[in-house]
C-alpha cells in the first residue's frame, strides 16, 4: 500500500482552495508520495493577509520571552522521540531525502537541540546584545535609544534536502515576530509544515501567522506578486537561481541570498600521531558522511601539514577506511542520473591525476560509496568535488600556507574545521578569516552549526528587522516642551 | 563454501541477526527452516527473500523453550525434508540493551537471571535435544549457538543476559565433548554489540561510538557481519573444529 503524507500549511485556505501538487519518492524498494498545496496568485495574496492580519493581532503583542517559551515547548515536542510528529518525520525523511535513517534521527535531535530556550537567549544576546529592544526602546551605552522592529511579512524561499534549514529560517522569522510565508523544497517538502504543525499544538494563534505552501521554483508572477508584499525575502539555491530571484524583488524590499558554498578542514602535524588520529579521522568522516555533503558547511579538502608522525598520504589512506565504515554505519543516498554524472566525472579525472606521477593518488572505484583523492603539488583542480563523499586530501609543509591556497574559492567559502593545538587554531583563524571563511569550528561539528552562528558571515536575525533610533538630540529638544520644565 | 542443500534450521530467524542468517544460507544454496515465536509475518518476510535465492525454505512457530512447541516443530522439519544438517540456536528472550537502563546487580533478583536462563539455555536445550538422534544416526552435523562477546570483556554488565550465555557456552564445550564420537560439532559464534537490530535500539549512539573507538576495526557489527563465521562453522571449511567459540567483533576481544 502507498502511503501518503501532506505537505504544507496554509491558515485561511481551505483544502480546495489549493491545488495540490503530487511528488513521489523512491529509497529502498518503498515508495511514497507527498502532496504540496499550490495556490494560485488569488490563493498566495488571501495567505499573504491572513498571516499578515494574524501576526498583528496574535503575535505583535508578546513579548520575545514568550516567543522564546512557545518555540522552546515546540522543539521540546520534537526532541521526544515518541511524539507523533517526531516519528513521521523519522518514517518519512529517509525516504524522502534518502539519507541513513540515522542520519536523520541525529541530525533531527541536534537541530532541535540548538532551538530550546537557553539556546534561543544566547543567540538573541548574540546578535542584539540587550533582546528587549525587540520589545521596546532601550537605552544605548552612548546616548539615546533603538528599538529593532520586525518585518511584517517574511518569505523563505528554500532549496535543498538538509532537513534543518527550513527550522533555522522559520525560528529566526518567529523570533523576530514576524509574519512568514515558505516556499518548501522540491527535494524535502515536509519538515517546514511538520514545524507549522507542532507549534499549532502549542499556541494556534502563533502557527497560523505562518504559511508553507509550494509552487514551481522561478515562477514569475506568484514570485512577484509575493515579493512586492514582503518586506525580507530570504533564498537558498545556485547562484542563477538567486539571480533570477533577485531580479523580481523590488529594491525596497531586502534580499538575503544565501549562495552554493562549501567547507575545508585543517589538520596539523601534532594531530597526526597514532594516540590521536583515529579521533581525528572519525570526526572527518563523520562531516563528509553526514548529508553526504550537502550541506554549505560539509568539507570538501582536507589540508594536511607534513612533520607529523603520520604522514598526509597515510592520513588520505586511513580517512578512504573511515568513510567505508561510515558507509556501514550511514550508507549514502541513491544519487540521481544527474549526480552520478558528476561523481564519474569528478572520479575519472582524479584518476588521471594520480596516473601522472607519484604526487598523486587516487582511492576509490567500483562499488564504493566514497571517493579520496590525494595530492602533494598544490593542485587544486578537483575542487570544489562533485559532493556525495569525494574528497580530496592535499599535503602541505605548513598550515599557514592554506589562505593562500584557497583564496581563488574566497566567494564559496563558508566552514573551516580544525584540528590543531590552541595557539595555531587561533593564528590559522585570523588568517583564514581573511580569506572568507566566515565559521571556524572542530572536526566533528561541522554540520551542526551553533545556536546564534554568523551563517556565512551575517547576524541572522539583526539581518531581519529595522533598527530605530532615538537620537540623543530628540531627547534633549522634548525637554523645554515638557509642563514642568521651568 | 559447499552449502548447497544443507537443511538448515534457524531459530529466532525471522528478524535481525537470525534473519541475515538465514538469508546467507539461503544465498548459499541451503534450504532454511525460519523458526519464529510470534511474528509470523516477520518470519516470512524472510521467507520470501531466502526463497528470492532459488532454494527452499519455510517458516516454522514454535516457542523454543516449549518441548512440546519444539518437538512438533522438529517433525515438521523433518517431515518436509527427511533431516537438518545444520542448526543455528540463536533465539533469546527479548532483552533490551540499554546502558543506562540495566538493573545494577543490587537490583536483580533471582527471577531475572532465571528469565534469562530459561530464555536461552532452556531453547538450546530442547532444540538440540530435538535434532540430535537424527544426526547422530546419520554420523554427521554442525550446530552454532549465538552467544556473545560480552561473556569474555563485559562492557556492559548485562549481568543475567551474559550469565545465561555463559552458561550455553559451557553447554556447547560439554556437548562438544560427547558429540564428536559421531563426528556431530557444536561451536559458537560471539558477536559484539550488532545494530541495527530490534534489541541494540535502545543503545544510545554515544555508546556505539565509544565502543566503535575501541575496536580494531573502528565500527561495531552489522548483523550481516555475523553470519560469515556461522557459515564457516556450519560447513566442513571448519571439519576438524569443534567446542570453540569464534569472537565476531571486530577484533574487540582477542583470544
Not at chain 1, 516556499?183 to 499549532?200: D, H, I
Not at chain 2, 516449549?66 to 525434508?81: G, K, N, P
Request: overall charge neutral; hydrophobic content about 40%; glycine content about 8%.
Amino acid at each position: 500500500m502507498e502511503m501518503w503524507e501532506t505537505a504544507g500549511y496554509h491558515p485561511g485556505l481551505g483544502e480546495t482552495e489549493v491545488q495540490w501538487r503530487e511528488q513521489t519518492f523512491e529509497q529502498g524498494g518503498e515508495r511514497r508520495r507527498v502532496r504540496v498545496p499550490v495556490p494560485d496568485e488569488k490563493g498566495l495574496q488571501r495567505l499573504v493577509e491572513v498571516v499578515r492580519k494574524n501576526r498583528q493581532t496574535d503575535l505583535a503583542s508578546l513579548s520575545v520571552s514568550e516567543v522564546v517559551h512557545r518555540i522552546d515547548q515546540t522543539v521540546e515536542r520534537l526532541l521526544d522521540r515518541n511524539h507523533p510528529l517526531r516519528r513521521r518525520m523519522e518514517d518519512w525523511l529517509p525516504v524522502v531525502t534518502g539519507l541513513a535513517p540515522d542520519v536523520i534521527r541525529t541530525g533531527l535531535t541536534a537541530s532541535m537541540k540548538t532551538f530550546r530556550k537557553p539556546q534561543l537567549l544566547r543567540w538573541l544576546a548574540e546578535d542584539f546584545g540587550n533582546p528587549a529592544m525587540l520589545d521596546s526602546f532601550q537605552p544605548r551605552v552612548n546616548g539615546g535609544f533603538t528599538r529593532a522592529i520586525s518585518p511584517h511579512l517574511l518569505v523563505h524561499i528554500w532549496s535543498g534536502n538538509v532537513p534543518g534549514i527550513p527550522l533555522w529560517s522559520l525560528v529566526s522569522g518567529l523570533l523576530v515576530r514576524s509574519a512568514q510565508i515558505g516556499k518548501v523544497a522540491s527535494a524535502e517538502p515536509l519538515m517546514a509544515g511538520w514545524f507549522a504543525q507542532a507549534l499549532e499544538e502549542v499556541d494556534p494563534k502563533l502557527a497560523r501567522c505562518l504559511a508553507v505552501v509550494g509552487w514551481q521554483g522561478g515562477d514569475e508572477s506568484r514570485e512577484r506578486l509575493l515579493f512586492q508584499e514582503a518586506e525580507v525575502v530570504s533564498a537558498y539555491g545556485s547562484n542563477e537561481t538567486l539571480e533570477a530571484i533577485q531580479s523580481r524583488i523590488p529594491v525596497t524590499t531586502r534580499f538575503l541570498p544565501h549562495g552554493h558554498r562549501f567547507g575545508l578542514a585543517l589538520v596539523g602535524k601534532e594531530a597526526l600521531n597514532p594516540a590521536r588520529v583515529a579521533d581525528v579521522l572519525r570526526k572527518a568522516a563523520r562531516d563528509v558522511a553526514i548529508y553526504d555533503q550537502q550541506g554549505c558547511y560539509s568539507p570538501h579538502c582536507f589540508y594536511v601539514e607534513k612533520g607529523g608522525v603520520l604522514s598526509p598520504r597515510q592520513f588520505a589512506r586511513m580517512l578512504a577506511h573511515e568513510l567505508d565504515i561510515m558507509q556501514i554505519r550511514y550508507p549514502r543516498r541513491t544519487l540521481s542520473p544527474r549526480e552520478i554524472g558528476e561523481w564519474n566525472r569528478w572520479n575519472q579525472q582524479a584518476e588521471w591525476r594520480a596516473l601522472e606521477g607519484e604526487e598523486a593518488e587516487w582511492i576509490g572505484g567500483d562499488g564504493r560509496f566514497w571517493s579520496v583523492a590525494y595530492e602533494e603539488t598544490g593542485d587544486a583542480s578537483l575542487l570544489p568535488t562533485c559532493l556525495n563523499r569525494a574528497v580530496l586530501v592535499s599535503a602541505v609543509n605548513d598550515l599557514e600556507e592554506v589562505a593562500g591556497r584557497i583564496a581563488p574559492f574566497r566567494a564559496y567559502l563558508q566552514t573551516a574545521g580544525i584540528a590543531a593545538s590552541s595557539r595555531r587554531m587561533f593564528q590559522l583563524a585570523d588568517r583564514l578569516a581573511e580569506t572568507g571563511i566566515t565559521r571556524i569550528c572542530a572536526l566533528g561539528h561541522m554540520t551542526v552549526p551553533s545556536s546564534g552562528w554568523h551563517h556565512d558571515g551575517r547576524p541572522v536575525l539583526k539581518d531581519l528587522v529595522r533598527l530605530v533610533d532615538v537620537e540623543p538630540s530628540a531627547e534633549v529638544a522634548a525637554e523645554p516642551h515638557n509642563p514642568y520644565s521651568e | 563454501m559447499d552449502l548447497k542443500s544443507q537443511r538448515v534450521l534457524v531459530t529466532g530467524g525471522s528478524r535481525g541477526i537470525g534473519a541475515a542468517i538465514a538469508r546467507a544460507f539461503a544465498r548459499q544454496g541451503a534450504a532454511v527452516a525460519v523458526n519464529y515465536r510470534e511474528n509470523r509475518e516477520a518470519a516470512e518476510a524472510t521467507v520470501r527473500s531466502c526463497r528470492q535465492f532459488g532454494g527452499d525454505a519455510l517458516p516454522v512457530q514454535a516457542d523454543v523453550t516449549d518441548e512440546q512447541e519444539v518437538r512438533r516443530m522438529s517433525e515438521h522439519i523433518f517431515a518436509e525434508w527427511g533431516a537438518l544438517d545444520v542448526v543455528i540456536n540463536n533465539a533469546f528472550r527479548p532483552y533490551p540493551f540499554d546502558p543506562e537502563g540495566r538493573k545494577p546487580f543490587s537490583r536483580l533478583e533471582w527471577k531475572d537471571y532465571r528469565d534469562q536462563l530459561e530464555g536461552v539455555l532452556t531453547g538450546v536445550y530442547h532444540v538440540t535435544q530435538s535434532v540430535l538422534p537424527q544426526m547422530q544416526a546419520k554420523k554427521s552435523g554442525s550446530i552454532v549457538n549465538i552467544v556473545t562477546d560480552l561473556i569474555a570483556r563485559p562492557t556492559v554488565p548485562y549481568h543475567e543476559y551474559t550469565t545465561a550465555k555463559s552458561a550455553v557456552v559451557g553447554f556447547t564445550r560439554n556437548l562438544a565433548a560427547e558429540m564428536g564420537a559421531y563426528g556431530i560439532r557444536i561451536n559458537c559464534v560471539a558477536p559484539g554489540l550488532v545494530y541495527p537490530t530490534d534489541s541494540s535500539r535502545h543503545t544510545k549512539e554515544s555508546i556505539r561510538e565509544a565502543i566503535a573507538d575501541q575496536t580494531p576495526l573502528r565500527r561495531i557489527a552489522t548483523p550481516e557481519d555475523v553470519t560469515g563465521p556461522v557459515l564457516f562453522l556450519a560447513s566442513d571449511y571448519s571439519r576438524f573444529m569443534t567446542g570453540q567459540i569464534l569472537y565476531v567483533d571486530g577484533g574487540l576481544v582477542m583470544s
